[in-house]
């Protein structure tokens, strides 16, 4: 009878110690700052009537941001991902890139500057 119990305790703790060392695991590459900010920049001489944003599988849509105005955006860092950007000007042209790069563990701060035929990002800063 003792030995039976003793089975079950061995089982118990062999199923459980996978679910535990899984849950240290995540909890050692998820913690830390992972929160980030971006920054668009109209540096053209067109309004933007909209922008989407893309990066770690979220996605930011701006309406209008007046020439050399700028729209700010905060986002979790979720693992390796870069920025897929469109942008439709009031004019009807579009632009559009995959620009910067990010990866889990770090929070990160950049400046997005679109121009009139250009998106780039000038100053990135890690945390």
């Not at 929160?35 to 599988?57: A, P, R, W, Y």
């Given at each position: 009878?003792?030995?039976l119990?003793?089975?079950?305790?061995?089982?118990?703790?062999?199923?459980?110690?996978?679910?535990?060392?899984?849950?240290?695991?995540e909890?050692?590459?998820?913690?830390?700052?992972?929160?980030?900010?971006?920054?668009?920049?109209?540096?053209?001489?067109?309004?933007?009537?909209?922008?989407?944003?893309?990066?770690?599988?979220?996605?930011?849509?701006t309406?209008?941001?007046?020439?050399?105005?700028?729209?700010?955006?905060?986002?979790?860092?979720?693992?390796?991902?870069?920025?897929?950007?469109?942008?439709?000007?009031?004019?009807?042209?579009?632009?559009?890139?995959?620009?910067?790069?990010?990866?889990?563990?770090?929070?990160?701060?950049?400046?997005?500057?679109?121009?009139?035929?250009?998106?780039?990002?000038?100053?990135?800063?890690?945390?």
């Amino acid at each position: 009878m003792i030995a039976l119990k003793m089975n079950h305790k061995i089982e118990f703790i062999l199923h459980i110690l996978p679910l535990f060392i899984l849950l240290l695991f995540e909890a050692s590459c998820f913690s830390g700052n992972n929160t980030s900010h971006f920054v668009i920049v109209n540096k053209s001489d067109e309004l933007i009537i909209n922008s989407n944003i893309e990066i770690c599988g979220q996605l930011f849509k701006t309406g209008n941001i007046k020439s050399h105005e700028e729209f700010n955006g905060t986002f979790v860092v979720k693992g390796d991902s870069h920025y897929k950007i469109a942008i439709t000007f009031e004019s009807g042209k579009e632009i559009k890139d995959e620009l910067g790069y990010v990866t889990n563990g770090f929070g990160y701060r950049h400046t997005i500057i679109v121009t009139g035929s250009m998106i780039s990002i000038s100053d990135t800063k890690i945390k």
